[in-house]
């Protein structure tokens, strides 16, 4: 494993992230199974582990702190917050009020008395973003938490908080987690390059785009992954057209789809790491077998004209982060009185 600096924080971390999200309920619910596979990606020299208090309600945070037991000290470990983790408004979002809790209950789930990577897993429209930072920074100060990260945030958010940190002289965000693959190169246009300019790592999710880049998704055809019929983005024919014409240059390469998908996702200069979430063995072991690929500028360039750069196939998926203005109507239309000139 050729290991990368995250950012400018000096940390050395794998260019594969172990993603923890199927290992809980919502995916693989037995424990020892799930620390197996911990392990086992660990001993393969993937260093890097992400969490989040949300998956499986803290049951994923559970299973890895059991997984880290007597090897804490050799793994760069990220957790996130935000998304809802009760009924009470107050157990979500991003102030001041709900970090303080909210890092106390990973730290006890993950059974550290620190975080390396704390992220917020979405912008929160509702809270300043100066109190998230101001409340953030007191956990970098209080030795809690080494490094902050931000998730899914619109460029021109990033820049604001990057602002908002240097005037308020507040620890700032350092790393960015958004979603990226052939088929999601959105991030592209300026998420990456402002996160470069700023010194930030980056560690993308959804590599596979979700499991559409696993070839276990065609057109017309019939598959056995249980998500397909939740996923709405998995019945969208630009995003299966796009797919139809990968599998083709990925048999020409002689590489199996999910190879040329991770291979692609940490090929880009502004990539730190890319997050893989397997739920099985199984599958661990097939991403592994693809740790030394390398693209070639012909393979990329045949990528492009598929997927041009820059480019989001089809429409958002579910778990896509949209601005305010996005999905609400009263934001973007003026009463119907004053739409007239």
């Known amino acids: ?31 020892d199974d799930a620390i197996r596979i911990i392990h ?31 090897r804490r000290d050799h793994v760069v470990l990220a957790t996130k917050l935000h998304l809802p983790m009760g009924d009470d408004p107050n157990q979500r979002g991003n102030s ?10 990973s730290l006890r789930r993950l ?21 998230t930072l101001s409340a953030l920074s007191d956990l970098i100060h209080s030795g809690k938490v080494r490094v902050i990260g931000s998730s899914t945030m619109p460029a021109s958010d990033i820049v604001e908080a990057q602002w908002v940190s240097e005037r308020r002289r507040l620890e700032r965000f350092r790393t960015e987690q958004p979603t990226y693959s052939i088929l999601n190169r959105g991030i592209e246009t300026e998420v990456l390059p402002v996160a470069q300019r700023y010194g930030m790592g980056t560690l993308v ?8 880049l696993t070839g276990r998704i065609r057109k017309g055809r019939q ?37 040329l998908a991770m291979a692609f996702a940490i090929a880009h200069p502004g990539v730190t790491s890319a997050i893989i979430g397997p739920r099985t063995m199984e599958q661990l072991d097939d991403l592994l077998a693809g740790v030394d690929v390398t693209l070639t500028d012909e393979i ?23 601005p305010p203005a996005l999905r609400s109507p009263n934001l973007r239309r003026r009463p119907v009185g004053e739409r007239a000139a």
């Open 96 to 105: 001041r009020r709900w970090i303080m809790t909210a890092v106390e209950n």
């Open 205 to 212: 999710w959804s590599p596979l785009a979700k499991g559409m």
């Open 40 to 70: 086992r990606a660990l001993d393969a020299g993937i260093n890097f582990v992400d969490t989040a208090d949300v998956y499986s309600r803290g049951e994923s945070e559970e299973i890895v702190g059991k997984a880290l037991k007597g």
């Open 1 to 31: 494993m050729q290991y990368r600096t995250l950012g400018r924080t000096g940390i050395k971390v794998s260019p594969y992230a172990l993603g923890a999200m199927m290992f809980g309920a919502i995916g693989n619910p037995d424990h």
């Open 111 to 131: 059974q550290t008395d620190h975080i390396d990577l704390y992220q917020i897993h979405r912008p929160d429209p509702d809270t300043d973003i100066e109190d």
């Open 300 to 322: 990329l360039d045949q990528i492009d004209e598929i997927v041009p750069p820059g480019t989001d196939v089809g429409r958002p998926d579910q778990s896509a982060y949209l």
């Open 223 to 259: 598959t056995d992954l249980r998500r397909a019929a939740l996923i709405t983005s998995f019945s969208d024919e630009r995003r299966l057209d796009a797919v139809e014409q990968l599998i083709p240059l990925a048999e020409k390469a002689g590489l199996p789809m999910t190879h």
